[in-house]
Nanobody, 123 residues
Framework: VQVVESGGGLVQPGGYLRLSCAAS???????????MGWYRQAPGKERELVAV???????NYADSVQGRFTISRDIPKNTLYLQMNNLKPEDTAVYYC???????????????WGQGTLVTVSS
């Protein structure tokens, strides 16, 4: 499964961005997804969880983004979104999408990661 993020860029403090993540199979085979999430890694820091959403729609956010970011998904399209409002300089990082997926012949979910999209918050 391939995961491709988009929507990053340069934005001023207080601004907003919407990230998208699309998962697809190179072979064109259908697959199901479980938990999908956004993670980020700032320069010199470890990768951290930003937000996750289960197949049932339950969400979990890092304390630092609670109330400012909203995660959502389109299950039929295998697409994940992250609406980021009131951005702060400390939100600057490479944002990665993670997808738990399984083909019909697989008995457990596997992880797929995208290459990341850079978000820079600066005046």
């Amino acid at each position: 499964v391939q995961v491709v993020e988009s929507g990053g860029g340069l934005v001023q403090p207080g601004g907003y961005l919407r990230l998208s993540c699309a998962a697809s199979a190179a072979s064109g085979s259908s697959f199901s997804t479980n938990v999908m999430g956004w993670y980020r890694q700032a320069p010199g820091k470890e990768r951290e969880l930003v937000a996750v959403v289960t197949r049932g729609g339950a969400t979990n956010y890092a304390d630092s983004v609670q109330g400012r970011f909203t995660i959502s998904r389109d299950i039929p399209k295998n697409t994940l979104y992250l609406q980021m409002n009131n951005l702060k300089p400390e939100d600057t990082a490479v944002y990665y999408c993670n997808v738990q997926y399984a083909f019909k012949f697989q008995s457990k979910y596997l992880d797929a990661w995208g290459q990341g999209t850079l978000v820079t918050v600066s005046s």
